[in-house]
């Protein structure tokens, strides 16, 4: 089977995480946790980087920190990995659901303003699949409104927005480790800002409020949480660090391949990569068009049968359970994407050969 998306392990992984094994310093403390965060704000350009255990506590940590709470409203897209939406819930504040761009697959810049309210406290973007958001346009309705943005970059490590990384461009952006993300440290996250205060304030909140006494002992000023990552992951996310350019660079050529052999294709959109973006085509997504011959779930189950790993693009969030309550813009093509698009094999690792197979397989049922 070519699976969808593998981490890529090929460096000091083995010999850092030994390290920490060898030096006890296998928990939150230790120094691969403060290097972590050193060598990622600078990768990034960004002054504050603060390492979690994961994306969705990032998230969760961005709104409290920015005191975004019960009944707030914060604008965000349904075409997105259900993370952000949960942790906006987790303070009690409302989620507005807008819709997508077509060609882009990330929040509708245009949509926005209709969304908001006097509630509206904050715009949560995903830049999902690795595509950047119009950044400029999220930033000048963010400053008309008075609104704080947050970016959602757990999809996008490695794109560029005019020149600048995704996740340094809002007040607050967030980053995910996961297995599957382009490095990984097994489960992990990081907050970045260029706000010192709002970072401090992240780091403070992340680790149980706590503040240590004259004679050692804790004191705690108010409510926190243990959001902390142990050293071993952070050793290992400095390892994955090293290689991310080369990562970045495989991505894209990997992307460019499927691109030559799926854009001629009848009834095959390929993914768009806008003037002002770096694409890292963190997983390489097509849409399925009516005049391909079989529908999206049909190619999904061919390519099963092929050896062949897929994933069906987001089911909108806003139709899941949890959230058929809450307020959302027209969807029409959030929907139409959730129903067309298809993620393809995107590991760093995948083989020039392996991207031939898989195009060539598409094409076959292609009627
Ligand atoms: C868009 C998006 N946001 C947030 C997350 C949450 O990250 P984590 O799984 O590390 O909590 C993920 C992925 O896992 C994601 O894809």
């Known amino acids: 089977m070519i699976p969808l998306c593998v981490p890529e392990i090929r460096g000091n992984e083995w010999k850092y995480i030994k390290e ?67 942790a906006i819930r987790y303070l009690e504040a409302n989620p507005v659901f807008v819709d997508v761009s077509r060609d882009t697959f990330v929040m509708d810049a245009e949509k926005i303003e209709e969304a908001i309210t006097p509630s509206t406290k904050a715009i949560l973007v995903v830049h999902i699949y690795g595509h950047p958001v119009d950044m400029d346009k999220i930033m000048n309705i963010a400053k008309k409104h008075n609104l704080y943005v947050i ?13 600048k990384h995704t996740g340094t461009i809002g007040d607050i952006g967030c980053f995910s480790f996961n297995g599957n993300k382009l490095i990984t440290t097994g489960a992990g996250g990081m907050l970045v800002t260029n706000n010192e205060e709002i970072g401090e304030r992240a780091k403070y909140l992340s680790t149980q409020t706590k503040t ?45 391949l ?75 093509v959030t929907e139409e994407l959730a129903y067309r698009g298809i993620n393809l094999p995107s590991s760093v690792g995948l083989k020039k050969e392996e991207i031939k197979i898989i195009c060539d397989t598409i094409r076959k049922f292609n009627k």
């Not at 506590?57 to 709104?63: E, Y």
């Not at 000023?221 to 970045?248: D, H, K, S, T, V």
Request: proline share 4%; charged share 25%.
């Open 151 to 163: 970016e959602d970059a757990t999809e996008s490590l490695g794109s560029l927005y005019k020149g």
């Open 212 to 256: 240590i006494l004259d004679n050692g002992g804790f004191y705690h000023e108010e409510i926190g949480y243990n959001y902390r990552m142990p050293n071993i992951l952070a050793a290992m996310g400095c390892a994955q660090l090293e290689f991310i350019e080369e990562y970045i660079k495989i991505k894209r050529e990997n992307a460019l």
């Open 20 to 86: 920490c094994l060898d030096t006890n310093w296998v928990s939150s403390a230790g120094g691969y946790v403060d290097k972590f965060e050193e060598d990622f704000s600078r990768y990034l350009n960004i002054k504050k980087a603060v390492v979690t255990v994961n994306g969705t506590s990032a998230i969760h940590l961005a709104l409290k920190a920015l005191e975004i709470g019960k009944g707030d409203e914060v604008v965000v897209p349904s075409l997105t990995f259900i993370s952000p939406v949960n």
């Open 258 to 332: 499927y691109n030559k052999l799926l854009k001629d294709v009848k009834g095959i959109s390929v993914p768009a990569e806008k003037e002002y973006a770096k694409n890292v085509y963190w997983l390489y997504s097509i849409i399925i068009e009516d005049d391909f011959g079989i529908t999206r779930d049909e190619l999904i189950k061919e390519l099963k049968e092929n050896g062949i790993d897929s994933r069906p693009f987001f089911s909108p969030v806003h139709k899941m359970p949890p959230y058929v309550n809450y307020r959302y813009l027209d969807m029409s």
